[in-house]
């Protein structure tokens, strides 16, 4: 008997829809379209947060992700970073993940190259990893060289780095970045820092996290979101520094056209079954 | 001592650090200072649990010899092989920052990046507009889709401006009340624990 | 003295606090206090267990991957006391993969007592409650090679669920199994709605671990939830009211 | 093509670790074990240097912090999980922890999570000479007052509670579907990363 191609539509292998995804991803890659990019609000409020800052201000890079995440938040963190030390600010990293410190090392070696004159213990500083999440949040509120024990994430003494200098408590930086994927994260930084002391806060944060927080945003417990590859691409062509998130916007237009592509096409072959049966077909849910 | 014990514990610790928090008592403020420290030590120390359970896990599939053996003697292996490379060299050492860039972090964003591909077959097959329910759900997620991508624009301006609608404004409304109704929950759980109430946690007899 | 700021969440912390034992030990003297009406996807457990005894192929019971700190984990274990007591009854396999080490002996023991109750203490299979691993990605994939090995009729996820979510659910449907999901790992909930036949929602998963396991402290901790809910739905309103007049007391109030 | 041993590398186990797309086979198995053995070797070695070793030597080494001592005897109970018989013992440091986090919970998240939230929704109905922001706030306001009515589950969902929780859900059903496709986004960007490298960095094509 033969088989429509209607009927097909309804039930294809997962695995021609990986075929396709990966053909996309690298006709795209290989022939840029250069598809026009706008800032959005939420890049503009971030960057003109940080342009505001006096020279000399401390910025806390909250680096609380892993490997996995890197391909999503790096290019916003370092365009961030790159900022920061074009304004002179002072950037000091620490993290209640374990890779957090790794992940900070990763962001220096982006950024130090293109700053030469710029120094580790004066202008950047990676305290690392601590235990206790929300518990060592609320530490560095209280006293932040005992909470991360006199020790960056090398285990050098702290009290040796100029860059420490004014710096007792969290609430004495003027802006936290929180580079934040997961828990330890977004919220206990809300709840323990940014809310009760008042510190403004700017997240860098991937595509899933986006939706639950925006409520944060609405109410104005954060500055703003700088949300996935998107929002470094954005941060990236406002600041001027340009990194790796450009070239990925057409591939993201793209891969998304592909998977609406199958969405319609995958709509088209239920109803068509659905007429020709009566009845309904395909993987059941109860959405 | 085996249930009442711990139950005291946890309630003496509990309120112990509410009312050094809550009250705005000299006396009290060290009180919660030092829980404080001691949580992180507890929880800086207890960390060799996961590495013990690992351990007991893989080192009994390769005592038995079950099915695939063969890779549980190496995750072992490899387990050690690369604490004691790091214990010995310091966490700068090059070995150390070496495997962690250029073989355990390409495995983990590989790994991340087969969500694309899981994701674009979950979509094809769950959204049909099946009922009402679903073809809202489609409906906005196609929108938001190609609104948020740099293509949505090149269509036309207006698809970016409803996709950041349908964010800011139901998204951001229903996201609120589940982190309302998320808060009270959690308030709730906290209220039964430090009561004594909730006590599954020691049911493992 | 309160500290300032702590006022409004010390009076309602202390008034839910009350209420919750008042209603705890009203629900332990046999008193009637609010009973819980919505249950979504109970039925379908049902199903999902009437299938595996039919094709005579196991269940999968996974309870997520928070730690016992978090209040998911307590609404999944009721869930598969329930699923456990009604696959020793029909004789079914039941399979419970761990992600996290302090939670494997709590999961042990509960399938372990379920079996005990239905009377079938002796076909319990300490093997199938296994540890799998910490790591997330590692603990999915342990779960999809179970999955695969032992053609499971259905796959129940219950719990806290982070990004492997989606590849436990498509691995599901791969594998051909029946699906049902309940977490309140908010970013987590669109792809268990995507991929599996039924989904709990949200705080869902408390209504129903509290329906099934109807024991005073959980009953009692829901029906507070609910009045908890009430209250902000009563803010909300009567605050949006206000602001429609201009007056803004409320508001200023809630920083109290 | 690259040169660099390290890219070859890269993509080597780039490669394989897509081959789990196809069907699960021995080289993932062994990547697999390979990734979970140097995380979790990483974070042992990490904490020690991080935080362990710096509080035995420079808190309790010197003596000088003897009362240090008490939480490492409540951590050092949790070992005791792994006998049978003392396995008891480890309710103790959960306990605390527990304890802890109850704390934690009740005196930090009420405001920011709950009243904050809904002082942000004390929107005006009536915003005059702005059409658009009055839809926006009823918008917001009947969200978030339906998808609460949703959740409620001692009453009964009858007449007009039961169509507010039908709002409710279709309500939560925008977002999910939103939240979906913002999801999509994200991998995506980390998928092209990998793509990039076998491409660009590793076959040396398109750059």
Same mark, same amino acid.
């Given at each position: 008997?033969?088989?429509?191609?209607?009927?097909?539509?309804?039930?294809?292998?997962?695995?021609?829809?990986?075929?396709?995804?990966?053909?996309?991803?690298?006709?795209?890659?290989?022939?840029?379209?250069?598809?026009?990019?706008?800032?959005?609000?939420?890049?503009?409020?971030?960057?003109?947060?940080?342009?505001?800052?006096?020279?000399?201000?401390?910025?806390?890079?909250?680096?609380?992700?892993?490997?996995?995440?890197?391909?999503?938040?790096?290019?916003?963190?370092?365009?961030?970073?790159?900022?920061?030390?074009?304004?002179?600010?002072?950037?000091?990293?620490?993290?209640?993940?374990?890779?957090?410190?790794? @992940?900070?090392?990763?962001?220096?070696?982006?950024?130090?190259?293109?700053?030469?004159?710029?120094?580790?213990?004066?202008?950047?500083?990676?305290?690392?990893?601590?235990?206790?999440?929300?518990?060592?949040?609320?530490?560095?509120?209280?006293?932040?060289?005992?909470?991360?024990?006199?020790?960056?994430?090398?285990?050098?003494?702290?009290?040796?780095?100029?860059?420490?200098?004014?710096?007792?408590?969290?609430?004495?930086?003027?802006? %936290?970045?929180? %580079?934040?994927?997961?828990?330890?994260?977004?919220?206990?930084?809300?709840?323990?820092?940014?809310?009760?002391?008042?510190?403004? @806060?700017?997240?860098?944060?991937?595509?899933?996290?986006?939706?639950?927080?925006?409520?944060?945003?609405?109410?104005?417990?954060?500055?703003?979101?700088?949300?996935?590859?998107?929002?470094?691409?954005?941060?990236?062509?406002?600041?001027?520094?340009?990194?790796?998130?450009?070239?990925?916007?057409?591939?993201?237009?793209?891969?998304?056209?592909?998977?609406?592509?199958?969405? %319609?096409?995958?709509?088209?072959?239920?109803?068509?079954?659905?007429?020709?049966?009566?009845?309904?077909?395909?993987?059941?849910?109860?959405? | 001592?085996?249930?009442?014990?711990?139950?005291?514990?946890?309630?003496?610790?509990?309120?112990?650090?509410?009312?050094?928090?809550?009250?705005?008592?000299?006396?009290?403020?060290?009180?919660?200072?030092?829980?404080?420290?001691?949580?992180?030590?507890?929880?800086?120390?207890?960390?060799?649990?996961g590495?013990?359970s690992l351990?007991?896990v893989?080192?009994?599939?390769?005592?038995?010899?079950?099915?695939?053996?063969?890779?549980?003697?190496? #995750?072992?292996?490899?387990?050690?092989?690369?604490?004691? #490379?790091?214990?010995?060299?310091?966490?700068?050492?090059?070995?150390?920052?070496?495997?962690?860039?250029?073989?355990?972090?390409?495995?983990?964003?590989?790994?991340?990046?087969?969500?694309?591909?899981?994701?674009?077959?979950?979509?094809?097959?769950?959204?049909?507009?099946?009922?009402?329910?679903?073809?809202?759900?489609?409906?906005?997620?196609?929108?938001?889709?190609?609104?948020?991508?740099?293509?949505?624009?090149?269509?036309?301006?207006?698809?970016?401006?409803?996709?950041?609608?349908?964010?800011?404004?139901?998204?951001?409304?229903?996201?609120?009340?589940?982190?309302?109704?998320?808060?009270?929950?959690?308030?709730?759980?906290?209220?039964?624990?430090?009561?004594?109430?909730?006590?599954?946690? @020691?049911?493992?007899? | 003295?309160?500290?300032?700021?702590?006022?409004?969440?010390?009076?309602?912390?202390?008034?839910?606090?009350?209420?919750?034992?008042?209603?705890?030990?009203?629900?332990?003297?046999?008193?009637?206090?609010?009973?819980?009406?919505?249950?979504?996807?109970?039925?379908?457990?049902?199903?999902?267990?009437?299938?595996?005894?039919?094709?005579?192929?196991?269940?999968?019971?996974v309870p997520g991957k928070g730690d016992?700190?978090?209040?998911?984990t307590?609404?999944?274990?009721?869930?598969?006391?329930?699923?456990?007591?009604?696959?020793?009854?029909?004789?079914?396999?039941?399979?419970v993969p761990t992600g996290v080490a302090v939670v494997h002996?709590?999961a042990?023991?509960?399938?372990?007592?379920?079996?005990?109750?239905?009377?079938?203490?002796?076909?319990?299979?300490?093997?199938?409650?296994r540890f799998i691993n910490e790591q997330n990605w590692a603990w999915a994939a342990g779960i999809?090679?179970?999955?695969?090995?032992?053609?499971?009729?259905?796959?129940?996820?219950?719990g806290a669920f982070w990004?492997e979510?989606?590849?436990l659910?498509?691995?599901?449907?791969?594998?051909?199994?029946?699906?049902?999901?309940?977490?309140?790992?908010?970013?987590?909930?669109?792809?268990?709605?995507?991929?599996?036949?039924?989904?709990?929602?949200?705080?869902?998963?408390?209504?129903?671990?509290?329906?099934?396991?109807?024991?005073?402290?959980?009953?009692?901790?829901?029906?507070?939830?609910?009045?908890?809910?009430?209250?902000?739905?009563?803010?909300?309103?009567?605050?949006?009211?206000?602001?429609?007049?201009?007056?803004?007391?409320?508001?200023?109030?809630?920083?109290? | 093509?690259?040169?660099?041993?390290?890219?070859?590398?890269?993509?080597?186990?780039?490669?394989?670790?897509?081959?789990?797309?196809?069907?699960?086979?021995?080289?993932?198995?062994?990547?697999?074990?390979?990734?979970v053995?140097?995380?979790?070797?990483?974070?042992?070695?990490?904490?020690?240097?991080?935080?362990?070793?710096?509080? %035995?030597?420079?808190?309790?080494?010197?003596?000088?912090?003897?009362?240090?001592?008490?939480?490492?005897?409540?951590?050092?109970?949790?070992?005791?999980?792994?006998?049978?018989?003392?396995?008891?013992?480890?309710?103790?440091? @959960?306990?605390?922890?527990?304890?802890?986090?109850?704390?934690?919970?009740?005196?930090?998240?009420?405001?920011?999570?709950?009243?904050?939230?809904?002082?942000?929704?004390?929107?005006?109905?009536?915003?005059?000479?702005?059409?658009?922001?009055?839809?926006?706030?009823?918008?917001?306001?009947?969200?978030?007052?339906?998808?609460?009515?949703?959740?409620?589950?001692?009453?009964?969902?009858?007449?007009?509670?039961?169509?507010?929780?039908?709002?409710?859900?279709?309500?939560?059903?925008?977002?999910?579907?939103?939240?979906?496709?913002?999801?999509?986004?994200?991998?995506?960007?980390?998928?092209?990363?990998?793509?990039?490298?076998?491409?660009?960095?590793?076959?040396?094509?398109?750059?």
């Open positions: 008997m033969e088989v429509s191609i209607f009927t097909k539509l309804d039930s294809l292998d997962r695995r021609w829809i990986f075929a396709f995804q990966a053909l996309v991803f690298c006709i795209v890659i290989l022939n840029p379209v250069g598809l026009a990019l706008n800032v959005g609000d939420q890049v503009r409020t971030a960057f003109e947060a940080i342009e505001s800052l006096p020279e000399g201000s401390i910025v806390w890079f909250a680096t609380d992700y892993q490997a996995a995440n890197a391909a999503e938040l790096e290019p916003a963190a370092i365009a961030i970073f790159k900022h920061c030390m074009q304004k002179n600010l002072r950037v000091i990293s620490g993290s209640t993940w374990p890779e957090g410190g790794a @992940m900070m090392s990763r962001l220096i070696n982006y950024v130090a190259p293109e700053f030469p004159d710029k120094e580790y213990g004066v202008d950047y500083l990676n305290l690392g990893y601590r235990p206790g999440g929300q518990v060592w949040l609320q530490q560095l509120t209280d006293d932040l060289p005992a909470a991360v024990g006199g020790i960056d994430h090398f285990g050098d003494p702290i009290s040796a780095y100029p860059i420490m200098e004014g710096l007792e408590v969290i609430q004495d930086v003027a802006m %936290i970045i929180g %580079i934040h994927v997961g828990t330890p994260g977004t919220p206990e930084y809300i709840r323990v820092i940014t809310d009760p002391h008042n510190v403004p @806060m700017i997240t860098v944060l991937p595509a899933v996290s986006v939706a639950v927080t925006m409520p944060y945003l609405a109410s104005g417990q954060l500055v703003s979101i700088v949300a996935s590859l998107r929002g470094g691409a954005e941060y990236e062509l406002i600041s001027g520094f340009s990194g790796t998130a450009m070239t990925g916007m057409d591939s993201q237009s793209f891969m998304n056209l592909t998977i609406v592509i199958f969405v %319609i096409l995958g709509n088209i072959g239920f109803f068509y079954n659905k007429y020709k049966e009566g009845s309904s077909g395909g993987g059941g849910d109860n959405v | 001592m085996k249930r009442e014990g711990p139950i005291a514990l946890l309630m003496i610790s509990g309120v112990l650090y509410i009312v050094s928090v809550m009250l705005a008592s000299p006396v009290m403020e060290p009180v919660a200072a030092t829980l404080d420290d001691w949580y992180k030590i507890v929880v800086g120390f207890i960390n060799l649990v590495i013990i351990t007991q893989n080192g009994r599939a390769v005592l038995r010899k079950s099915s695939g053996w063969f890779y549980n003697a190496l #995750l072992i292996v490899v387990l050690y092989g690369y604490i004691i #490379l790091g214990l010995v060299g310091g966490v700068g050492n090059v070995a150390f920052t070496r495997i962690y860039d250029n073989i355990l972090t390409p495995i983990l964003m590989t790994i991340f990046s087969t969500l694309t591909f899981w994701i674009g077959s979950a979509a094809y097959r769950a959204f049909r507009a099946k009922n009402l329910d679903a073809a809202i759900l489609l409906v906005a997620g196609i929108v938001v889709m190609i609104g948020r991508v740099t293509l949505g624009s090149a269509i036309s301006p207006a698809i970016p401006k409803a996709a950041e609608w349908i964010l800011n404004f139901p998204t951001v409304a229903g996201m609120r009340a589940i982190e309302m109704g998320a808060a009270i929950g959690g308030i709730v759980l906290a209220l039964r624990m430090i009561t004594g109430l909730e006590r599954s946690f @020691m049911s493992n007899d | 003295m309160i500290k300032e700021g702590m006022l409004l969440t010390f009076i309602l912390e202390v008034l839910m606090g009350i209420a919750l034992l008042v209603l705890v030990s009203r629900a332990r003297a046999g008193k009637k206090i609010p009973v819980i009406h919505e249950i979504a996807g109970l039925t379908a457990l049902q199903e999902a267990v009437g299938r595996a005894t039919e094709m005579g192929t196991p269940i999968m019971f016992l700190a978090d209040a998911q307590y609404a999944a274990l009721p869930v598969l006391d329930y699923v456990a007591k009604s696959c020793a009854e029909y004789d079914t396999r039941i399979i002996p709590v042990d023991a509960v399938t372990r007592q379920a079996f005990q109750a239905a009377g079938k203490g002796d076909s319990y299979r300490e093997t199938d409650v999809t090679g179970i999955m695969e090995r032992e053609k499971v009729a259905a796959q129940i996820l219950f990004a979510s989606l590849f659910a498509e691995s599901g449907n791969r594998a051909g199994a029946m699906q049902i999901a309940g977490t309140a790992s908010t970013s987590q909930i669109p792809f268990f709605v995507a991929a599996c036949d039924y989904t709990l929602i949200g705080q869902e998963i408390f209504a129903a671990s509290a329906y099934l396991n109807p024991e005073p402290s959980t009953t009692g901790g829901l029906v507070v939830q609910d009045w908890g809910k009430m209250l902000g739905l009563a803010l909300v309103i009567l605050g949006a009211i206000l602001a429609t007049f201009g007056n803004n007391t409320l508001a200023e109030f809630m920083l109290k | 093509m690259s040169n660099d041993i390290w890219v070859w590398i890269g993509a080597i186990l780039t490669l394989g670790t897509y081959s789990v797309l196809y069907k699960d086979n021995p080289v993932y198995r062994v990547l697999e074990a390979l990734f053995a140097i995380l979790a070797g990483h974070s042992v070695v990490i904490n020690w240097f991080n935080f362990q070793k710096p509080t %035995i030597v420079n808190r309790l080494g010197e003596g000088k912090e003897l009362i240090v001592v008490i939480p490492l005897l409540l951590a050092a109970l949790m070992y005791f999980r792994y006998s049978r018989k003392f396995a008891w013992l480890a309710r103790y440091p @959960m306990a605390f922890l527990m304890g802890i986090g109850a704390a934690y919970v009740l005196t930090k998240n009420l405001k920011p999570m709950f009243l904050t939230q809904a002082r942000a929704t004390m929107l005006p109905l009536w915003v005059p000479g702005d059409f658009g922001a009055t839809i926006n706030n009823w918008v917001v306001v009947l969200g978030v007052a339906s998808v609460l009515t949703y959740f409620f589950f001692t009453v009964k969902k009858t007449g007009p509670v039961h169509g507010f929780s039908r709002i409710g859900r279709i309500y939560l059903m925008i977002a999910f579907g939103a939240l979906f496709a913002d999801t999509v986004l994200g991998r995506v960007s980390v998928t092209l990363v990998r793509f990039q490298f076998l491409l660009n960095d590793w076959l040396g094509l398109g750059i």
